[in-house]
């Protein structure tokens, strides 16, 4: 057995065991060796931004000097990587072994000696930490947790167009109500979902760049002649390409109330996309929709004739665990003792696990949708078997007519216990005390036509 199977089959969490193939991009962005990168990454620009401003390190990077150390984050790859951790086994410390790590490299690149000691000059780890955790967040929402969602909009809006005149019985409170559409029903969640992605896009996210406790204190003992806030500013926005903004007064480490609103969001839209779920399970339960077979599967291991609807229950579960996590971060990250206490950051690295179980969800939702077939004939059926519903139009255009107590007619009508057919609404309009005009406009109301009005322009390819 090959050692990435022996390691998945024995792994603690299904990200990293079942489900690992799956995840791999979010991995790319919250495993232990992107975090390290990305700090390399944060440490290696800083030298370079602080060469502009002090003049014995610009002398540093004379000539090919400065491509050659930003090369060593290009680079990066697993054995640096684990070569950090190496490190680390000693110092037991995260951010002190990157330094190390990087003094090294400087030694085999022989650098100059005087640019040395201003590997990670003046900063505390959390002024690395919070500028490379964001910015890995910052650039997975927007190219994989951002475009997996506009996948899944892109999805509904199709199946929206695709049965935009499909007439489908509503149902409220569970009961039977005024028909509406199926394309219609895709539509809204194609509306609520991008409601949440724009929200998703407007979060703003930023780093905490200020030295120990937030103050340059180091920085301008060292050098009282520098503009450190404005230093600071410009190399968050440069290290980052402009996807991340420097917090202006912080304690050590970042307040953490942006990342809190971008949990916020996504649990949001996790929210929305459950319950698409659960209507699309429903709509399989109730025989709209059938399903896809593919060969070789198997719905019960007792039952033959099982084909269960797991994509939307699976996806239904992994948002149950994603938004407990977001909620969590939410909450717990922006309350911090006095000027910092540690909770946060055994607390922050769990932060891949909700969005790899959101990156979970959307895909098994994607799945469930893309193996949904429309049943019209069980719909319309359904329809035909609920003549009731009609009772609200023919009460309203009544009411328009000013027929005495038209809603309690209705309501006498369709509450007896009794099945209501087209029948019996024929014999109702036949009844009414209203002109042969009037009567034509009641019997052309039908469970199939009263469906209301939906423009499914927006929606058409």
């Given at each position: ?6 390691a ?5 969490t ?5 489900y ?7 991995r ?32 540093v990077?004379e ?59 003046g ?9 490379a ?18 996948d ?21 409170h569970?009961?039977?109500?005024s ?9 809204v ?34 050098f ?8 600071g ?26 990342l ?9 839209a ?37 084909v ?12 149950g ?19 910092r ?22 895909g ?9 077939e ?50 019996a ?37």
């Open positions: 057995m090959a050692d990435d199977d022996t998945a089959l024995y792994a603690l299904p990200l990293d065991g079942r690992a193939g799956r995840v791999s991009k979010i790319d962005y919250f495993s232990e060796a992107a975090l390290i990168k990305a700090r390399v990454r944060v440490e290696v620009e800083y030298l370079a931004s602080l060469s502009q401003v002090i003049p014995a390190l610009g002398d990077f000539g090919d000097n400065l491509t050659r150390w930003r090369a060593v984050a290009a680079t990066f790859g697993p054995e640096d990587a684990q070569r950090v951790k190496t490190i680390e086994a000693t110092t037991n410390h995260d951010v002190k072994a990157v330094e190390y790590y990087l003094k090294e490299q400087w030694d085999a690149l022989k650098l100059p000696p005087v640019g040395r000691e201003y590997i990670h000059f900063l505390t780890s959390q002024d690395v930490n919070h500028t955790q964001p910015l890995l967040l910052a650039e997975c929402a927007r190219d994989v947790l951002i475009p997996r969602y506009t899944l909009i892109t999805a509904l809006k199709e199946r929206a167009w695709r049965w935009r005149d499909v007439a489908m019985l509503a149902r409220t569970g009961q039977s109500a028909p509406t559409r199926v394309g219609k029903e895709f539509a969640f194609a509306s609520r979902l991008q409601a949440c992605v724009d929200q998703l896009q407007a979060c703003s996210h930023s780093a905490k760049f200020g030295g120990a406790t937030g103050g340059f204190n180091a920085h301008s003992v060292a009282p002649s520098v503009d450190w806030p404005s230093f500013d410009a190399f968050v926005k440069s290290v980052s390409q402009g996807l991340l903004s420097r917090q202006k007064h912080t304690t050590q480490i970042e307040h953490y109330d942006g809190a609103a971008f949990c916020h969001a996504l649990c949001r996790n929210t929305v996309m459950l319950d698409l779920c659960r209507d699309c399970w429903q709509y399989v339960s109730l025989a709209y929709f059938t399903q896809k077979l593919k060969a070789g599967e198997v719905g019960s291991s007792a039952m033959p004739h099982k269960n609807p797991i994509d939307f229950e699976n996806s239904e579960g992994n948002v665990v994603a938004n407990a996590a977001l909620l969590h971060l939410a909450a717990k990250l922006p309350v911090s003792r006095l000027q206490d540690l909770s946060d950051s055994t607390v922050l690295r769990t932060l891949g696990v909700p969005l790899g179980h959101s990156f979970l969800a959307i098994a939702c994607l799945r469930g949708l893309g193996k949904l429309l049943n019209t004939t069980r719909i319309a059926d359904d329809l035909e078997s609920n003549w009731a519903v009609v009772a609200e139009g023919i009460q309203t255009v009544l009411r328009r007519e000013a027929y005495p107590n038209p809603y309690e007619a209705l309501k006498q009508l369709t509450r007896t216990g009794k099945p209501i057919d087209a029948s609404i024929a014999d109702f309009v036949s009844g009414l005390d209203v002109s042969e005009a009037v009567k034509a406009e009641l019997r052309a109301i039908t469970p199939h036509s009263y469906v209301g009005v939906f423009d499914a322009s927006e929606f058409a390819p």
